[in-house]
């Protein structure tokens, strides 16, 4: 078959033939923005291969062939009811008047036909025709189509109009053996299990910033070859070390052993929110808290408490304690108002190593650990060297399994949901085992990620926000000292009981290692003393 313009080709084409496949003979289309916002958007070059799948009417553009005047006809264009005058017929031989007072055909103008009959008749050109509801002349019809096809690599059906401006040439018969590849998500190869095992290629690697630090992550650009073995479904812990600032996602399948830490507390409402419902809390105080009145007296280091419940609603709940007395000293019980500064530390004696899914079952999260045996699969187990680490929420994600094909047993999980590129499946041989994810069972988060995961979580996932600083009382700083006089330095030094604090009250393994009762109180009033001293001399 010789090239034909597009147009021609396409209005002398039978859709009862679809699909054909189309060679472009000439001509380079690159249309601009308004075909790119309908979503028709695409360019054709020479030799490049198209298959059409579908052809739909657009519109008709009727040319009075006397006045050169367009009328632009919908494809639903038909007779008015009862009245014949909407349909067509041919125009008589060029010799005779093209108006209405030629005599139609034989037949009458019942034998007239349609909008879509009168294209039907298309031949190479187009054929004048005779319409008295548009106009007396002889009319020409110029059809605009919207062609649907398909072409390699485009993950969607382009639609290109039939005036594009380019020659095709018919190969059907001659690419019977073509396929035309197609370009997908890896979203959309978590729903194409069956196709598994396969190869693929990336096409576009991952737009956007960074999720993960892990080294696979950056190989992951275009003309990467890639397996993908198997759609799994992974379970991680949401995890963060509070003092190094990095963030993890902690795999199910984690080795390593942990030890529970003591959580801490930072006023009363940190403490009423650790509450597990029939459960009591016992904590000490680790910084002394002024009382209200008669009906909350103050609190002093080493003060010791058992949080029992709340009472009340709304801005009068209070959060229920007995507060332990000495060796001579009777308990009592206390009423604090959720909005009592303070600090305190969970009072306990577990020396137990836990496996994490082990941990999970009997600890609620969020809870603190420290790695106290690291995961004996991993070359280097990063979470051993962080002093504590702050298990916040479970995430389950569906990931495909893959490996890069030069290292076809070490692989990695893909959570498309947060890392989508585009990929082309091949045919080619996949290696036959599974690859090993141990490396996967620790992924470092990159901030920005960590950030917005906690943005997605549910508000009883997520872990609460850090508490704003407690209001300042009348004469004093936010911390509890005297404000500083115009002119004097801004900076701010740490009291001298601050920092014998960080030396009494440590960390055990077991808990909290200190002292309490009268002496320490002595002592930081001496404390006091001697820091409102160093501030006469600032």
């Known amino acids: 078959m010789e090239p034909l313009s ?27 923005s308004v075909y790119e916002i309908s979503g028709n958007e695409c360019c054709l070059s020479t030799g490049d291969l198209l298959k059409v799948m579908a052809v739909a009417l657009q519109k008709v553009i009727c040319e009075d062939m006397v006045t050169g005047q367009t009328t632009e ?47 039907g008749q298309w031949d190479r050109r187009p054929q004048p025709l005779l319409c008295p509801a548009i106009g007396p002349h002889a009319l020409l019809l110029h059809p605009v189509y919207e062609v649907h096809a398909v072409m390699h690599l485009r993950r969607d059906v382009v639609k290109i ?67 993908l073995h198997s759609c799994s479904h992974a379970c991680w812990v949401l995890t963060s070390a509070p003092s190094s600032s990095r963030h993890f996602l902690l795999s199910s399948a984690y080795q390593g052993r942990f030890r529970r830490r003591p959580r801490q507390f930072t006023g009363v409402q940190e403490l009423a929110a650790g509450l597990q419902p029939g459960q009591r809390l016992h904590v000490v105080v680790t910084r002394d808290c002024e009382g209200r009145g008669d009906n909350v007296p103050p609190l002093g280091v080493g003060d010791r408490l058992e949080a029992q419940g709340l009472q009340g609603d709304g801005p009068d709940a209070r959060l229920l304690c007995h507060h332990h007395g000495g060796e001579e000293e009777e308990g009592e019980e206390l009423l604090l108002p959720l909005d009592l500064g303070g600090s305190f530390v969970e009072e ?26 690291a995961d004996p699969g991993l070359e ?16 389950d994600q569906p990931v495909l399994v893959g490996s890069f094909c030069q290292e076809p047993a070490e692989g990695f999980e893909i959570p498309p949901r947060w890392l989508d590129f585009s990929i082309m499946l091949s045919e ?40 704003p600083p407690k209001r300042a009382q009348a004469g004093t700083s936010p911390g509890g000292r005297h404000p500083s006089t115009p002119g004097s330095s801004s900076v701010v030094f740490p009291s001298l009981r601050e920092k014998k604090q960080s ?36």
Request: net charge negative.
């Open 6 to 32: 597009f147009q021609e080709y396409i209005c002398s084409l039978d859709p009862t033939t679809l699909p054909r496949v189309l060679r472009i003979c000439a001509g380079v289309y690159f249309q601009g």
């Open 73 to 119: 006809l919908p494809p639903t264009f038909k007779a008015q009811p009862h009245c014949p005058t909407g349909l067509f017929q041919p125009a008589p031989a060029p010799r005779l008047k093209k108006t209405l007072q030629t005599p139609f055909l034989e037949g009458g103008p019942q034998q007239g036909l349609t909008l879509h009959q009168a294209l």
């Open 161 to 227: 109009p039939s005036t594009l401006e380019v020659d095709v040439e018919d190969v059907t018969e001659k690419a019977q053996h073509v396929h035309f590849a197609r370009s997908l998500l890896l979203s959309e190869v978590l729903r194409m299990e069956e196709a598994l095992p396969a190869q693929a290629e990336i096409l576009e690697g991952p737009a956007g910033p960074a999720i993960f630090e892990s080294a696979w992550v950056s190989r992951l650009q275009r003309g990467q070859q890639l397996q």
């Open 348 to 373: 306990m004696c577990d020396s137990k190593k836990y496996g994490l899914a082990e941990l999970l079952e009997r600890q609620p999260l969020p809870c603190e650990v420290r790695v106290v045996a």
């Open 380 to 395: 280097r187990d990063v979470l051993g060297t962080l002093p504590a680490l702050r298990l916040e929420a479970r995430l």
């Open 428 to 467: 080619r041989p996949v290696h036959p085992l599974a690859p090993c994810t141990r490396r996967c069972r620790v992924e470092e988060l990159t901030e920005a990620f960590y950030y917005q995961l906690l943005a997605q979580l549910p508000d009883a996932l997520a872990p609460p926000p850090p508490r």
């Open 503 to 538: 030396l009494d009250y440590g960390w055990g393994e077991d808990g909290l290692q200190g002292g309490g009762g009268e002496q320490s109180r002595a002592e930081t009033r001496t404390e006091k003393a001697q820091v409102f001293l160093l501030l006469c001399f600032i």
